[in-house]
Structures are given as structure tokens and as C-alpha cells.
């Protein structure tokens, strides 16, 4: 499976963006794609998941109400909709797909079998 992020850039606070993560390869494997991020000088932290065959969608605490996730099917397309977006959002994207079955943590970043490249985003104050 392959994963390119794309939709990054530099904005101003209170500004939003979309982040899309294309899925190729073999994507009728997919049971989960999440959102991962890393700021400078810390650690990758959850996002947002979703889950392939419901669309059954998980958030950590500071994402929920402000960013989306969502998916197209027939584009095997992840999307992230970041709204109000403020500096401590600056970060690198990365999106990363689970191919396993059943059981499934979308908190954690080691469950995930592939990973792409990531898209910055930068938000100025």
C-alpha cells in the first residue's frame, strides 16, 4: 500500500485546511487509516482514524471539534479537514494505514503497517 499526503502548507491562525491521503496498492486490505503528527521536538501524537468498512471515526481529545476526518471511497481517499487551525497546530502530517483484521487501536502508532511521507503544516501567529 501507498500513501501520499498532500493539502499542507502555510497559513494564519484561525485559517483552515484539508490534508488528503491517497491510498494505492492494495487497498482492499485497509481496515483503518489515521492521522498522525509530529511537531518540532516532540513526539508523534494521534490524530484522527477512521475505520475502512464503517467509517466509524476516532479523535484524540484536542481534535474533536475542530478537525474531521473523512473518507471518499471511490478515490481511496482519507481526508482531513483542520479548521481554525492555531500555531500549535504546526506540525507534519502523516497519514498511515492498518491492514489487519478485527482488533484495532487507532491510538497507536505502532498498529499501523504503512506510512506516507507526511505534508507540513505551518501555522503563523
Known amino acids: 500500500v501507498q500513501l501520499i499526503e498532500s493539502g499542507g502548507g502555510l497559513v494564519q491562525a484561525g485559517d483552515s485546511l484539508r490534508l488528503s491521503c491517497a491510498a494505492s496498492?492494495?487497498?482492499?486490505?485497509?481496515?483503518?487509516v489515521g492521522w498522525f503528527r509530529r511537531a518540532p521536538g516532540k513526539e508523534r501524537e494521534f490524530v484522527a482514524a477512521?475505520?475502512?468498512?464503517?467509517?466509524?471515526?476516532y479523535y484524540a481529545n484536542f481534535a474533536r471539534g475542530q478537525f474531521t476526518i473523512s473518507r471518499d471511497n471511490a478515490k481511496n481517499t482519507v481526508y482531513l479537514q483542520m479548521n481554525n487551525l492555531k500555531p500549535e497546530d504546526t506540525a507534519v502530517y502523516s497519514c498511515?494505514?492498518?491492514?489487519?483484521?478485527?482488533?484495532?487501536?487507532?491510538?497507536?502508532?505502532?498498529?499501523?503497517?504503512?506510512w506516507g511521507r507526511g505534508t507540513q503544516v505551518t501555522v503563523s501567529s
Open positions: 498511515a494505514a492498518y491492514l489487519g483484521t478485527g482488533s484495532y487501536d487507532a491510538t497507536y502508532e505502532y498498529e499501523y503497517d504503512f
Open positions: 496498492g492494495l487497498t482492499s486490505k485497509i481496515y483503518g
Open positions: 477512521i475505520r475502512w468498512n464503517d467509517n466509524n471515526t
